[in-house]
């Protein structure tokens, strides 16, 4: 029993441990979330797996064995213990009882045995009886069918139990360590995987899953398996004919359901079946589940800017999601990898607009991954976003998926796009206009002149601090201040430092507006002041944000994709019989108490003693007030007819 006990205390923590922690996901979103030491620590102890690791099957089949053992031998002892009256106890068993009485009657034990035998009858007890020397037995059971409790609630772990081993992946597990199956790591088309990491048809348990876009199909379905995948193959063809997803006001999705076609060799039409979360469509054996929904290859069209060579005319990339183009640029060869595509975004709205939730609009999700395999994560927004009033292009950037996403905002001009803020950047990279710049700005705010010693020094000085500026960002002046400077006057080092660069690129600026004709005799106005403070914030990201290029989502066409989860499993009915199995079992243990009770009537000298005795099969708190009821009544009944 404690080994039992034990047992079912393990498989439980780990059944727990195997539905709390998510089985079979990429390696990666692990490493993400716990960490590499972590990772490892839970991947030895095939925390990932639980269910297709050795030791959790170890004690799956010992405990099996066991209980199993356990019901052939303990249930022919209960069956016969349920029907054998036990006539032949003695008296001085019946005396050790710890529920027993004792009383005479001047009936015979002939009528005796008849009068208590009904009464208890009435009672609901089968009665036997039988004569001895010298004495009459009369031995009553009821609750009987409670120990049947033992038997279904041990028999209904050996059949969860097969169950479970019918639909678990042992055989898989076995193929595997044959070398019969190689599980696949790489990211290759369907109709590249080798035969040895396909499963067939005849594979009798499974569950998989496999996203179909729009107006697609699939006759197959993906079984992660640990860091890799094997391909499943379906004896029809499911297609997707339309998806549909409902949203609430927050954005969140509140339902989505799919209008699937299945075309099977062996049916004369295709059949048609909407399902939804939660009603899936089972066929042949074969449960389809609407788990998820995602992209299904998006057409996107991509407005491109150099951020090298802002001057540049800007490309146009027709891209497709999850499809990867390659771009040539100043830095280098890139890869862009478009990931995903949202056709709108809700966020909280902004506070005093009156509204809970605004929508940013249709936003586009890539990587930039470079020559040496280094990749950032992007998402930029097609619509303008507002802040205070005024009007941005948002890109966020992050360097890996655990981190939150570092937006760039990018403010737009009067005619909706970034043309002034190109322009404004390309003449904040010339160096020749900077360094001109710097020498007006030398010899008028620091009253200094071309045949000062210091005057180059110092003009070069002022070039480099606004390149590394333009190139690398606010950070990189900061740091710059900090080294040349000693600790206590860093804070008025990076003030200066940050004045001048503002001073070059006011400048700057001001040489923008005149190159497009706008009468400055007046100065700069408030709007044209905060454009210049709002593009300034930009260029001080710019070296941080790391990308070459900025991307403008332009057009696209969005394409859905419905995710589909697709289980045979011929041992749930089983397991499903084991629970029923399991719940009769605990109602017949708790409900059904079994009682046993003798009458021991002797005659002596013209009169009959009688022994009453009684026992439970467990002892409860209401069986002392049961017996005292039952005591009395035969009193009565053994003396009543005396009368």
């Known amino acids: ?38 990772f490892e620590v839970f991947k030895g102890l095939g925390l990932f797996d639980i269910y297709g690791t050795g030791w959790f099957w170890l004690l799956l089949g010992f405990l099996l064995i066991s209980t199993t053992i356990c019901v052939y031998r303990n249930t022919p002892a209960i069956i016969r213990d349920m029907r054998h009256f036990r006539l032949d106890v003695q008296e001085k068993s019946l005396r050790a009882f710890k529920h027993r009485d004792e009383w005479q009657s001047e009936l015979s034990g002939e009528v005796l045995v008849t009068t208590l035998g009904t009464r208890l009858q009435q009672h609901g007890y089968q009665v036997r009886h039988k004569q001895h020397d010298g004495y009459r037995m009369v031995a009553a059971m009821r609750g009987g069918l409670g120990r049947l409790g033992y038997i279904l609630s041990h028999l209904s772990i050996v059949v969860i139990c097969l169950g479970g081993a019918i639909d678990g992946n042992l055989p898989l597990k076995l193929a595997e360590m044959r070398g019969e199956i190689q599980i696949e790591k790489r990211n290759i088309p369907v109709s590249e995987i080798a035969a040895n990491s396909t499963l067939g048809t005849d594979n009798s348990s499974f569950r998989g899953s496999v996203e179909i876009p729009e107006g697609s199909r699939a006759n197959f379905v993906f079984l992660q398996v640990r860091d890799g995948y094997l391909l499943q193959q379906l004896p029809f063809t499911v297609a997707l004919e339309d998806f549909r997803i409902e949203h609430y006001p927050s954005g969140m999705p509140k339902s989505f359901e799919s209008d699937l076609i299945i075309i ?38 991509l407005k491109a800017w150099s951020l090298d060579k ?143 010693p210091n005057f180059n020094d110092f003009v070069t000085s002022l070039v480099e601090l606004q390149q590394l500026f333009i190139n690398e960002g606010i950070d990189a002046v900061v740091e710059l201040a900090e080294r040349r400077v000693p600790e206590e006057k860093h804070n008025e080092a990076i003030s200066s430092y940050i004045k001048l660069v503002q001073g070059l690129l006011g400048s700057v600026y001001v040489e923008l507006l005149q190159g497009e004709g706008i009468d400055l005799s007046e100065g700069v106005d408030a709007t044209q002041a905060q454009y210049f403070d709002d593009a300034l914030n930009a260029f001080s990201l710019l070296g941080p944000y790391g ?29 499903y019989l084991g629970c029923v199995m399991l719940m009769a079992g605990v109602f017949f243990m708790f409900y059904l108490h079994h009682r046993r009770l003798w009458l021991r009537i002797e005659e002596q000298d013209g009169h009959a003693t009688i022994l009453l005795a009684a026992a439970g099969h467990r002892e409860r708190s209401d069986f002392d007030h049961e017996f005292e009821l039952m005591c009395g009544d035969l009193r009565q009944h053994s003396s009543a007819q005396a009368n």
């Open 1 to 38: 029993m404690n080994l039992a006990i034990t047992l079912l205390v393990v498989i439980a923590i780990a059944a727990i441990i195997g539905t709390v922690l998510q089985q079979n996901q990429p390696y990666n979103d692990y490493i993400i979330k716990f960490g590499p030491y972590w």
């Open 264 to 301: 099977d060799p062996d049916e004369k039409e295709p059949l048609r079946q909407t399902i939804k979360v939660n009603h899936p469509w089972v066929y042949k054996g074969y449960a389809i589940y609407q788990a998820s929904f995602s992209d299904g290859g998006s057409e996107i069209k």
């Open 310 to 452: 802002p001057d540049a005319e800007p490309l146009l990339i027709d891209g497709v999601v999850k499809e990867t183009n390659q771009l040539v640029t100043p830095r280098g060869d890139y890869a862009l990898e478009v990931t995903d595509f949202k056709p709108f975004n809700v966020f909280p709205a902004e506070e005093g607009s009156g509204k809970e939730f605004h929508n940013y609009g249709p936003s586009v999700i890539f990587k930039l991954r470079a020559a040496n395999g280094e990749a950032r994560e992007y998402v930029n927004y097609q619509v303008p976003i507002s802040v205070e009033g005024r009007h941005f292009l948002l890109s966020g950037m992050r360097d890996t998926p655990a981190e939150e996403y570092r937006f760039l905002h990018i403010p737009i001009d009067s005619d909706g796009g970034i043309n002034r803020f190109m322009r404004f950047l390309t003449l904040a990279r010339d160096r020749a206009l900077i360094e001109r710049i710097a020498r007006r700005l030398t010899t008028s705010d620091f009253d200094m002149t071309p045949e000062d």
């Open 547 to 575: 990308s070459p290029m900025f991307l403008k989502l332009e057009e696209y066409k969005h394409v859905e994709a419905t995710g589909l989860q697709i289980a045979r499993a011929p041992g749930q009915n089983i397991v």
